[in-house]
């Protein structure tokens, strides 16, 4: 299914589980049935083929950031909303915003045959401003309660320029230990540049 949203200058596409994906008035919402989540495991030999979760992605060319806030309704640990990066099987990386385990916190994945996960801080409340950057090969990921003032999460590269530019970007909803999670995506923002400083807020 192809899905456009008015804010992005290209189109999504589902991937993965049935997300049962929406927009209405400026609100995406999607869905992550149980036991869904896409991570592997550093201690794993192999990605399970039933480890995946719904993802509605597209093709942004050149530089650029996408933003959103994102609001999840918790209700088990590591249900998540999430803005997620995709440049082949193996190599993808997710921002976050999950209940790890007890609390809603900012976390992140960047996977590289296996997965790495990190969590960067607490956030009051069950809504956050997530950003994912990229410039050539470098992608950067950041976060904000007001959507105003940015805290830099980390930086990091995927694949070479060539694939890293042909990246699909866009959402991810989780639930790997619950029965499901819904997540709310507004305040969708696409800007096509690279962020002028990563650590001064802006």
């Known amino acids: 299914m192809d899905l456009r949203l008015p804010e992005l200058p290209f189109p999504l596409r589902t991937y ?14 999607g869905w992550a ?14 990605l399970d083929p039933a480890s995946d979760a719904p993802r509605l ?11 959103a806030r994102v609001t999840v309704g918790f209700a088990a640990a590591f249900d998540a909303g999430v803005l997620y990066v995709h440049v082949a099987d193996r190599e993808w990386a997710k921002l976050c915003f999950e209940r790890s385990p ?4 900012i976390c992140t994945v960047v996977t590289r045959g296996h997965s790495d996960d990190a969590n960067a801080f607490v956030v009051p409340g069950s809504s956050v401003w997530l950003r994912v950057s990229r410039t050539g090969s470098a992608f950067a990921f950041h976060a904000s309660t007001d959507g105003e003032k940015w805290t830099f999460i980390r930086i990091f590269s995927l694949g070479d320029e060539k694939s890293a530019g042909a990246a699909l970007v866009g959402f991810l909803a989780q639930s790997p230990t619950g029965e499901g999670c819904a997540v709310t995506y507004d305040h969708v923002e696409f800007r096509p540049n690279w962020p002028q400083s990563l650590r001064d807020g802006s």
């Open 57 to 67: 992605l597209g093709a942004p060319v050149g530089d650029f950031q996408l933003i």
């Open 33 to 46: 049935g149980p036991r869904q989540d896409r991570f592997v495991p550093p201690t794993g030999d192999a």
């Open 16 to 29: 993965g589980p049935d997300g049962q994906w929406g927009y209405e008035d400026g609100v995406l919402t």
């Open 102 to 105: 007890d609390e809603p916190t």
